[in-house]
Every structure is written in structure tokens, then in C-alpha cells.
């Protein structure tokens, strides 16, 4: 199964519309809760990364009876040092984004706790490629 | 600890209700911090917070969480209450400052989750 979502920038109060959407399909397919937990908090985290330090961008989402891989792709201007944006703390979030309840520097730490695989891809200036997957069976 | 009894001792109101009155939170965790909220682990959770918007609701949805409590007088918009009944939460909020809020609650009996 493959679905597409549109995110916008700076459109926070639609931030997670993808990731809640994603929740409701997998648990009508009946996947273990925590799976599910796993994957809509790693999406969610991603989703406002592309709301709030991109302009924006689109999520992919395939899903089979094995696992979820989900992309998201923003154009934006990308992260400069990847080490760096995955320690905890690290943020560069403006204050828009902190009055929203963001900018702690966990997102990313935080996709790492949860998915199976994650691949960043970034060039500066250009934009950012999130893939993600959790495997359902393991 | 019962909502009831959370709604008694912080003189909340109950503005959402989608529990039985009688329905046990173990944990209590304060944050403003969505992401710090991302992190738990535990469900059976209050999330007690200052921070007034429709990202809390959604944070509560992906972590799990069923009840929130909004401190300090916050409003709670239309927005919020629709996709609160929505994810069947209850949502309720009270006069009370956060350090007050937690205190009280601890005093009382509800756990940390840390
Ligand atoms: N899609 C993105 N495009 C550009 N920069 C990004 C993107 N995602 C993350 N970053 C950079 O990496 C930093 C760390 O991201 P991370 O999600 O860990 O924390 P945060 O978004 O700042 O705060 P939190 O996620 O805790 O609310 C960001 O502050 C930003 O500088
Ligand atoms: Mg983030």
C-alpha cells in the first residue's frame, strides 16, 4: 500500500494530520501497539522538522504486512552536521517554533529510539530526505 | 489517582470527558517540552502542561496519552476540543499555577513517571 502526504511550512496546526492518519490505518490492520506507537512518533517528530526548519515538504508512506518504511522529503535548507543535529540538545529552532512547544533537540535522537533503520539524506541549500522504517514481525 | 479526584483537589474543570470519572491515571508528567513528551514510555499518564495549543493534543495522541491538564487558566480552543472527542481524551484544566499543580498532585499520591 502507498500513500502521500503534502506538509506545509509553518503550518503547525496541521502538524501530525500524516502521522495520525498513518495511526488510524495501522491500527485497523491490527499491529501491535507499540509498533505503532514507534512509527507515528518518529513520522510526527520528522513532520514538524519539515514544518518548522523547512519549507515544507512530502511524506511517503508504504506499508505491507512486514513492515512500514515511510520518507520525508523537504525542500529546505538542509542540516549543515548531521552528528551534530542528532545529539540531544542540539536545536537551532526560532522562537516561533519553541512558543509551539518544539526546539528541545530530541526529534531527531528520538527517530533513532524508535524506527529499525533510518537514513538521512541532506545537502545544504538544497533540502532533506528522512527514511525510516519498523519492521512489524521482529 | 481517579480524575475525580485530580478535578477535586486542583478545583479543575472537566471540559472534555470521554473516562468515567472513576478512571485511574498511575503517572503524572509535567512538560512544555513536546518532545520531552515523545519520549515516555508509559500511557497510563496525565500530561499536565502550560502549554496551550493544538500540538499538545497531537503529541498526546502519537505518545498514547488520554488525559491532559491544562494549568494556569489556559483556553482551550474549538479546535482543540473537537480533536480531543476525536482521539476520546479528556481534557481539563484549572486556575492553579504548574508548581502548585504538581505539588498538590504529588502530595497526593499520583507518581512520578521518573
Ligand atoms: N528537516 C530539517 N531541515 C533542516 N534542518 C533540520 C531538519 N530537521 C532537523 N534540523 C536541524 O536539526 C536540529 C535538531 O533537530 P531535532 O528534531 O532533534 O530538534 P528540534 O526540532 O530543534 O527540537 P525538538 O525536535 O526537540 O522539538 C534542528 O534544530 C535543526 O537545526
Ligand atoms: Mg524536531
Keep these: 500500500m502507498h500513500t502521500e502526504f503534502v506538509v506545509v511550512e509553518g503550518d503547525f496546526s496541521n502538524a501530525g494530520k500524516a502521522s495520525s492518519e498513518i495511526k488510524k490505518t495501522l491500527k485497523q490492520l491490527n499491529i501491535d501497539n507499540q509498533k505503532i506507537k514507534k512509527i507515528v512518533v518518529a513520522v510526527y517528530e520528522a513532520e514538524v522538522n519539515a514544518i518548522a526548519h523547512a519549507y515544507g515538504g512530502t511524506i511517503y508512506v508504504d506499508l505491507d504486512h512486514e513492515k512500514i518504511s515511510v520518507v520525508i522529503k523537504d525542500v529546505g535548507p538542509g542540516i549543515p552536521d548531521v552528528d551534530m543535529a542528532m545529539q540531544k540538545g542540539f536545536s537551532t529552532a526560532s522562537p516561533k517554533v519553541r512558543e509551539m512547544g518544539f526546539g528541545a533537540g530530541m526529534g531527531l535522537p528520538n527517530i533513532k529510539n524508535n524506527v529499525d533503520e533510518l537514513d538521512i539524506k541532506t545537502q545544504v541549500g538544497v533540502g532533506t530526505e528522512i527514511r525510516m522504517v519498523v519492521n512489524f514481525l521482529s | ?114
Excluded: W
Design chain 2, 1 to 114: 489517582m481517579e480524575i475525580s479526584k485530580i478535578a477535586k483537589i486542583l478545583d479543575a474543570n472537566i471540559i472534555v470527558s470521554n473516562h468515567d470519572s472513576k478512571h485511574k491515571v498511575k503517572y503524572g508528567f509535567a512538560s512544555d517540552l513536546m518532545s520531552d513528551v515523545l519520549t515516555l514510555e508509559e500511557e497510563e499518564v496525565i500530561l499536565i502542561t502550560g502549554l496551550c495549543n493544538i500540538q499538545t493534543i497531537r503529541t498526546a495522541e502519537m505518545a498514547n496519552i488520554s488525559v491532559i491538564l491544562y494549568v494556569r487558566n489556559k483556553q482551550v480552543t474549538d479546535e482543540m476540543i473537537h480533536l480531543a472527542k476525536e482521539n476520546d481524551m479528556t481534557i481539563m484544566q484549572c486556575n492553579y499555577s504548574m508548581f502548585r499543580t504538581v505539588g498538590l498532585l504529588h502530595e497526593n499520591g499520583l507518581c512520578p513517571v521518573y
